[in-house]
Every structure is written in structure tokens, then in C-alpha cells.
């Protein structure tokens, strides 16, 4: 499992398209109780459960941690 400052140090200098052909994504993130905040206050255990199901995706881009359904994907990476 890689950490977030890994997934960051990864992700410096790449393009949208390069983030999501190398696929680098963290799906298990030790600051659920950040991305609670967030998410508005969705609670920290439903996060991981949604994030342990594939159901979400997590990823932190220079400091801040993004976190999309699948078919948001696209949409998100299009934003960074």
C-alpha cells in the first residue's frame, strides 16, 4: 500500500492523462477523519467502507485529498 506523501511524490509533474494511465491511486488513506471534513461531514467509517469496496477512489494532489466515484474519474483528474 502506498502513503500519501508516496502517491504525491508520484504525482509531481505529471499531466491529468499520465495520473490516470499510471492508474496511482491510495485507496486507503490514514486521514479519513480530513476527508470527512470533506466531504461535509460524511462520516469516516462510510468513507472507508465505500473506499474498501472500490466504490470510491481517494488520491491527495499537492495537499489536498480527492475522493470520486469511479465514473467521476475523468472528471476530477480533468480538474487538477
Not at 494511465?21 to 470533506?38: F, I, K, M, P
Amino acid at each position: 500500500m502506498m502513503s500519501a506523501a508516496e502517491a504525491r511524490e508520484l504525482l509531481e509533474g505529471l499531466s491529468p492523462q499520465e495520473i490516470e494511465d499510471r492508474d496511482v491511486w491510495v485507496e486507503e488513506l490514514v486521514g479519513l477523519e480530513e476527508a470527512s471534513r470533506t466531504l461535509g461531514g460524511v462520516p469516516a467509517r462510510t468513507i472507508e467502507g465505500l473506499v474498501d469496496d472500490n466504490q470510491l477512489r481517494a488520491v491527495e494532489v499537492s495537499g489536498h485529498l480527492l475522493i470520486c466515484k469511479d465514473e467521476l474519474t475523468d472528471y476530477v483528474l480533468g480538474l487538477l
